[in-house]
């Protein structure tokens, strides 16, 4: 007997959560159409050489953005999920005075750091870093704006902004300038991408249900003597939680840039956003999910979790398999797309998707290990991990080039989430694998409304 023939029918907060979660995959898929044609357009216009170095940019500035909430971002999402609408404003003030501190000293220590690089002679570098503090400020504000809409006012209306107005007006910018026959390099590239950020949350967090917890948040009360303080040991675990998962994928075309050079950066680059596509019902799930594990480690529901634990890993791994021979069987046309300083990009698409395999195979377990406790353990995992993971993809690209860099991240994402399942099946009694009897389940299913289709 299938493990799915006892399951009570879904409740209304299981179907609340389903309908959150296929809304979301309508906007980010649409989204990620958008930024692929973006990424693409700009990766064309600017060349390898211009890409890789606003590529490096944007990946620096979107871990200082991560970094600077210093954790307090992810004790906003679990507070909000318990609490809701009524304190949320104090809450939102609150964490946003925790990351102000944080950001100040990133910003400052990067422009030293990029003043030092200029006065060795590397030019590159010092632009670099000075791109990602312009861009690093409004992408703060945002992704502090999307974490305080997640348990609000769902992922759908959380992401839409950031992930389909962006970069659809990025596109009709970049075609602007293309019809203009306008130049674009790094540093246009890098402002215009902080006006539009900043922009958008700007219209954002006036108007609508976040308007009204954004004007309480902006009245709200002076705190007590050591609340920031308190806050911030709060939220500290969470640090290389929020972080982790982004050095994991943003950072590492730095890693490539300094071993094999901003060119092969580029390419690997490209393909990591491509071979991302894959995982796109895992990151949606990620995010809808969190709420919903939130309240049922609360309530200590394991026999819930688990099945949503489940049913979230099929989903995920189904969808990515599909999808990766969707992608695979496209790479001939990649060099028509990208031109010949892409040449080695249809390679490292093979070993980039089996590393999204990877990752979709154990589901839904940043957002078990960030809700029910385990923020300790994983920021631990992730400080063994990271660096491990960032010297294969140096060490492998500068023997290899963009080529050694694919294969590295794939054997890092194997290790990791080796790890990851084993530590969440002993702690929190989870299997964190798909279920064949949710996803024969599932296939029943769609034979039976094929039938009916046919009849019809």
């Known amino acids: 007997m299938s493990e799915t023939a006892s399951v009570p029918p879904p409740t209304g907060a299981t179907r609340s959560i389903a309908s959150d979660a296929l809304g979301t995959m309508v906007i980010r898929a649409a989204g990620i159409a958008l930024l692929f044609a973006s990424t693409t357009a700009t990766a064309v216009l600017l060349g390898p050489t211009e890409y890789g170095e606003f590529s490096a940019a944007l990946s620096l500035a979107l871990l200082f953005a991560t970094a600077a909430p210093l954790?307090?971002?992810?004790?906003?999402?679990?507070?909000?999920?318990?609490?809701?609408?009524?304190?949320?404003?104090?809450?939102?003030s609150l964490t946003h005075r925790c990351s102000l501190w944080p950001a100040l000293v990133i910003a400052c220590g990067s422009l030293l750091t990029a003043a030092a690089c200029s006065a060795m002679?590397?030019?590159?570098?010092?632009?670099?870093?000075?791109?990602?503090?312009?861009?690093?400020?409004?992408?703060?504000?945002?992704?502090?704006?999307?974490?305080t809409a997640i348990p609000l006012v769902g992922t759908r209306s959380a992401i839409l902004p950031e992930q389909f107005l962006i970069p659809l007006l990025s596109l009709l910018?970049?075609?602007?300038?293309?019809?203009?026959?306008?130049?674009?390099?790094?540093?246009?590239?890098?402002?215009?991408?902080?006006?539009?950020?900043?922009?958008?949350?700007?219209?954002?967090?006036s108007t609508g249900r976040l308007g009204a917890v954004y004007r309480d948040a902006w009245q709200a009360a002076a705190f007590e003597r050591g609340a920031v303080r308190h806050r911030t040991r709060e939220g500290l675990p969470f640090v290389l939680v929020a972080t982790g998962v982004l050095l994991a994928q943003r950072c590492l075309p730095v890693a490539v840039a300094a071993g094999a050079g901003f060119a092969a950066s580029a390419q690997f680059s490209w393909a990591l956003m491509a071979a991302g596509i894959a995982?796109?019902?895992?990151?949606?799930?990620?995010?809808?999910?969190?709420?919903?594990f939130a309240r049922m480690h609360h309530h200590g529901d394991l026999a819930g979790a688990q099945l949503l634990a489940r049913h979230a890993a099929t989903l995920?791994?189904?969808?990515?398999?599909?999808?990766?021979?969707?992608?695979?069987?496209?790479?001939?046309l990649l060099h028509e797309l990208l031109g010949d300083g892409y040449a080695d990009v249809p390679r490292m698409l093979l070993p980039l998707l089996l590393a999204v395999l990877v990752d979709c195979l154990t589901g839904p377990t940043?957002?078990?290990?960030?809700?029910?406790?385990?923020?300790?353990?994983?920021?631990?995992c992730l400080a063994l991990h990271l660096p491990l993971q960032l010297l294969?993809?140096?060490?492998?690209?500068?023997?290899?080039?963009a080529m050694g860099a694919a294969v590295a991240?794939?054997?890092?994402?194997?290790?990791?989430?080796?790890?990851?399942?084993?530590?969440?099946?002993?702690?929190?009694?989870?299997?964190?694998?798909?279920?064949?009897?949710?996803?024969?389940a599932e296939f029943r299913r769609l034979l039976r409304w094929g039938h009916r289709s046919i009849r019809l």
């Open 71 to 92: 954790g307090t971002d992810r004790v906003l999402v679990r507070r909000l999920s318990i609490i809701g609408r009524e304190a949320a404003g104090s809450e939102v």
């Open 121 to 147: 002679g590397y030019s590159a570098w010092s632009r670099t870093l000075t791109l990602a503090v312009l861009m690093a400020l409004p992408l703060t504000l945002t992704y502090l704006r999307q974490w």
């Open 173 to 205: 910018l970049l075609g602007l300038l293309w019809l203009l026959r306008l130049p674009l390099a790094a540093v246009p590239a890098a402002i215009g991408t902080a006006v539009l950020t900043l922009g958008v949350w700007l219209v954002t967090v």
């Open 279 to 292: 995982s796109l019902p895992l990151g949606i799930l990620n995010l809808s999910l969190m709420p919903g």
């Open 316 to 332: 995920t791994f189904s969808a990515a398999a599909t999808a990766a021979v969707v992608l695979l069987a496209g790479t001939p």
């Open 366 to 380: 940043i957002p078990v290990m960030q809700t029910t406790g385990l923020e300790r353990l994983y920021g631990r």
């Open 392 to 401: 294969l993809v140096f060490g492998l690209s500068r023997l290899s080039g």
């Open 409 to 440: 991240y794939l054997i890092g994402r194997v290790l990791w989430n080796a790890a990851v399942f084993l530590l969440i099946r002993r702690y929190r009694s989870l299997i964190m694998l798909p279920s064949l009897g949710c996803a024969a």
